[in-house]
């Protein structure tokens, strides 16, 4: 690992790929997918104050619902491994048909556990797409890697800006247990992926015994660093992405349609943050987006934590920018870094990303039991400054 000063990467030493052009319409399919995936996956977080009510349990209960969902990240290495080998297209062209039924299915659950097995489920949907999908994406994207990561990543924030709502308009309409009625955009997703994308590839022939090998060598000089940037970042991560609304409807007092109205202004400024964070980071070096991100995001909670009200919306969408933002960037230096095992690599930075996501949820829910959500918002904005030097030991060179 390195400790030089943030420097822009330089160009990449490797031969271009055959096919080297950015197949704008394939990313744009992918793309599509993701929007439709992650749309019902953003269901759960805007509806946990309707579902907290309904089981009677706190904020740790209520919110490691959302851990279910994380689980079966542990198994994002072994799809990443089998996506670097063989093709599992049809993991990415069936994932949001299932993740659709399982998210709009929550209100038919009849208690926790029944919840809890039904999240698993959609999770191992998320993870059937996830580790697949943007090794697809950087294979499509040419020399214009960060380009990729940001479409695809900005197409996640925007459903996570738009999923919200649909949540929150669906159980209006139709009720909690009512929400069935939404899963036919997934269904014709997974339709429109077949179609476009049934005969793409989605390996990338990594040769065999020596690929892993240098996989391994290299995954010490990046993992360490990614899980040191990471963790510290996932208990603010976790605080707003899985309980903003139960945060704005608790300790704002906000209804249940401006709670998750908060959601979608800080998913909305995400889709913004990332499609120019990747972009960025081809022209300007990863390391040197990462760390004006990684040093603002914690300010910018605190100040809106304790600002008054009429502050709540700029801070909020400026902390989308920061806080969003990093995603894109950290799969493209994956991709740099795992030229021959893109997938493979992805599987694993997923798991690790999903894990720490799972552990930090229940963290901040045993806070906010204990201390209030408030203070356990703070504390997660405080322990995020300890991954700013985590970004000097990344690597800059593209293998």
């Known amino acids: 690992m390195t400790n030089q000063a943030i420097a822009a990467d330089p160009p ?5 790929p055959a096919n080297a052009d950015f197949q704008t319409g394939q990313v744009a399919t992918i793309a599509a997918g993701h929007v439709v995936q992650d749309s019902y996956t953003a269901f759960l977080a805007p ?7 309904q089981l009677g349990v706190g904020y740790a209960l209520a919110g490691s619902l959302a851990i279910f969902t994380q689980l079966p990240s542990v198994l994002n290495p072994f799809i990443g491994y089998l996506a670097d080998r063989i093709s599992v297209r049809y993991f990415v062209i069936l994932a949001p048909a299932v993740t659709a039924t399982v998210f709009t299915s929550l209100g038919l659950a009849s ?4 919840l809890a097995m039904l999240l698993l489920v959609g999770g191992i949907a998320i993870a059937a797409f996830h580790a697949p999908a943007p090794a697809m994406v950087a294979r499509v994207s040419g020399q214009r890697v960060g380009t990729g990561m940001s479409i695809f990543m900005a197409t996640g924030e925007l459903a996570r800006t738009i999923g ?9 309409w139709f009720g909690l247990g009512g929400l069935w009625r939404m899963a036919a955009v997934g269904w014709l997703m997974s339709l429109i992926l077949y179609l476009r994308l049934r005969r793409v590839p989605a390996s990338s022939h990594a040769p065999g015994s020596l690929a892993m090998d240098a996989f391994w060598r290299q995954a010490w000089r990046v993992f360490p660093a990614l899980i040191w940037l990471l963790g510290g970042r996932s208990l603010m991560v976790a605080a707003l992405s899985t309980y903003l609304p139960i ?15 908060a959601l979608t202004i800080l998913q909305g400024a995400g889709v913004a943050g990332a ?4 972009t960025l980071s081809d022209r300007w070096g990863r390391r040197r987006v990462l760390l004006v991100v990684t040093v603002a ?3 910018l909670l605190l100040a809106f934590i304790y600002s008054p009200a009429w502050l709540a919306v700029p801070l909020l969408i400026a902390l989308g920018l920061a806080s969003l933002s990093t995603q894109p960037v950290v799969l493209a230096l994956v991709q740099d870094q795992f030229p021959h095992n893109r997938a493979f690599a992805n599987g694993v930075n997923l798991a690790i990303t999903f894990l720490l996501q799972a552990a930090a949820i229940w963290a901040v829910g045993a806070l906010a039991d204990r201390f209030g959500l408030t203070l356990a918002y703070a504390v997660s904005a405080l322990l995020a400054l300890v991954s700013i030097p985590a970004v000097f030991f990344l690597p800059t060179r593209r293998v």
């Open 12 to 16: 990449i030493a490797e031969a271009a």
């Open 47 to 53: 509806l946990l104050p309707l579902l907290q009510t």
């Open 111 to 114: 208690s926790y556990a029944a």
């Open 164 to 172: 919200p709502l649909m949540a929150v308009a669906g159980v209006t």
């Open 247 to 261: 945060f704005m409807s608790n300790e704002r007092q906000a209804s249940l349609w401006l709670a998750a109205a």
């Open 275 to 278: 499609l120019a964070a990747g």
């Open 297 to 299: 995001a914690p300010f």
